[in-house]
């Protein structure tokens, strides 16, 4: 089984990936059985709603009739994932835990926690990697330059 994720901030993507049986990305899409592939959303919300659990699941329906059960879609509210981390809240999914956890590297922490986290878990090519890594090095020496400025009086 593999699965074709679709990372959104807002309902708008930021990324997509592929991941084998091992949530791990794969490599060569020469090997994907797209028949047997799985597409996921993550639809991560940024603004607080009191009455949404902190990941809600569903299938992709038009008209309230489900489009297919191989469209699965998630919605998750971040500033309650960081608060279910922060109190330590069992889930009874592993694989619930696991998107909180992707959900607090991706937006709370910083770039380097997130670098850190992908690198782990594998859930991008190789490739990718490399340009999150050269787009974070970019990101830190502009960061650098914008603190200097702010060093900076007026006589």
Known sequence: MNYYVF??????PIFETILDEKKE????????????????????KSVYSKKNRTIEKGNVSYKNKVLTKQISYYRIDILKAKKDLK?????????????????????IDNSNAF?????????????????FEKAFQKQIAEEKILDTW?????A
């Open 7 to 12: 990372v959104c901030l807002d309902g708008i």
């Open 25 to 44: 990305a794969i490599e060569d899409f020469e090997q994907i059985d797209w028949y047997q592939t799985k597409y996921i959303i993550l639809d991560f």
């Open 87 to 107: 109190t330590k809240v069992v889930f009874k999914n592993k694989n619930d835990l696991e998107i909180i956890k992707f959900a607090n590297a991706m937006f």
């Open 115 to 131: 670098l850190k986290y992908i690198k782990k878990r594998k859930i991008l090519r190789k490739k990718e990697i490399q340009a």
């Open 150 to 154: 702010k060093n900076i009086t007026q």
